[in-house]
């Protein structure tokens, strides 16, 4: 049981430190939150999608280091590149003063709704940087058996993370309208991408 949940929780803490930073997605998500409008569908649009990628990379990276173990170097200097530039970018938006603002718009139709989420979602470049190139390099970490665990675990955060999001938003209102908030999120989302940075550089040197 043990070996099971241990994977389970590192992807799980990875995948949420991936997806809570203050971004164009969450902030969409936040507001048809708060306007009661098409939650549902966006929720398991933008989780199911996570899902997808998570898995291929998970499971296709360790394919492909299999057939060319130089690539375990590259894959995971290049995730800890990218962790540490993503805690950095979290420290500059807690270094901002920006609040949320929530204009009063008309109802938008389902159809308009869902292509934007599909625009948010698909077109973030950090679906692609998170998925294939950090949860498939740090997913190397991770003994051969332990590589789905992880995954569902990174999953998992995601169907977390968007439901509480979306649903959560209307109970979180008064809390987010003060900008100090978000630089709380902010602070503790730069702490776990730095520290995840820091141990992936560690056990990469200790294998050398």
């Known amino acids: 049981m043990h ?55 998970v499971h296709g990276v360790g394919k492909i280091v299999r057939a060319m173990p ?19 970018s979290a420290l ?16 938008q139709s389902l159809k308009k709704v869902m292509a934007m989420t599909c625009g948010f979602t698909l077109l973030n470049p950090h679906l692609y940087l998170d998925t294939v190139l950090l949860m498939g390099s740090v997913s190397l970490s991770q ?16 169907f977390v993370w968007f439901p509480l999001l979306g649903y959560g938003a209307r109970v979180l209102r008064p809390f987010f309208s003060n900008p100090l908030s978000w630089r709380i999120l902010d602070g503790l989302t730069a702490v776990i991408m730095l520290t995840l ?12």
């Open 92 to 107: 500059r938006h807690m270094a901002t003063n920006s609040q949320i603002s929530l204009e009063a718009q008309p109802p």
């Open 3 to 57: 070996t099971i949940i241990t994977p389970i929780i590192t992807g799980f803490c990875l995948g949420a430190s991936a997806i809570i930073a203050v971004g164009a997605q969450n902030l969409f998500i936040l507001r048809q939150g708060l306007k009661k409008e098409h939650v549902l569908p966006i929720l398991l649009l933008c989780a199911s999608v996570d899902a997808i990628f998570i898995t291929a990379s």
């Open 143 to 158: 003994p051969e058996e332990s590589r789905s665990w992880f995954g569902f675990g990174a999953v998992l955060a995601s």
């Open 70 to 88: 130089f690539v375990t170097d590259i894959l995971t200097y290049a995730g800890a590149a990218f962790l540490i530039w993503q805690g950095i």
């Open 197 to 208: 940075a820091g141990t992936l550089l560690y056990h990469t040197a200790l294998s050398g």
